[in-house]
Nanobody, 123 residues
Framework: VQLQASGGGLVQPGGSLRLSCAAS????????ATWYRQAPGKQRELVAD???????NYADSVKGRFTISRDNAKNTVYLQMNSLKTEDTAVYYC??????????????????WGQGTQVTVSS
């Protein structure tokens, strides 16, 4: 099961974007999920994460501006990004722990990644 990240784009400083991360099939449950980002020439960094119970954690650089949330009914995790800055420019990736059952009823628990979505903040 793969994750599909979407919602990136070009936005001016001070603008907003909402990223989505959805499972590629139905009948799966997403527990803990994380958004990462990687800017050119820099290492990948954690942006925000959310537990299965809904507890959240943010990088200091995005606290107060970004909000991670989840919609369990849609198997989707979101990252609302407000007051965007040029330094937020990066490829954003989602990763999550996914649980589902095979056709024979066997349970599967795996860590999955999305393909990345480009966020560019520029005037």
């Amino acid at each position: 099961v793969q994750l599909q990240a979407s919602g990136g784009g070009l936005v001016q400083p001070g603008g907003s974007l909402r990223l989505s991360c959805a499972a590629s099939r139905s009948r799966v449950s997403i527990s803990a999920a994380t958004w990462y980002r990687q800017a050119p020439g820099k290492q990948r960094e954690l942006v925000a994460d959310i537990t299965s119970e809904g507890s959240t954690n943010y990088a200091d650089s995005v606290k107060g501006r970004f909000t991670i949330s989840r919609d369990n009914a849609k198997n989707t995790v979101y990252l609302q990004m407000n007051s965007l800055k040029t330094e937020d420019t990066a490829v954003y990736y989602c990763s999550a722990a996914i649980n589902y059952y095979l056709g024979d009823g066997s349970p599967v628990a795996e860590r999955s990644w999305g393909q990345g979505t480009q966020v560019t903040v520029s005037s």
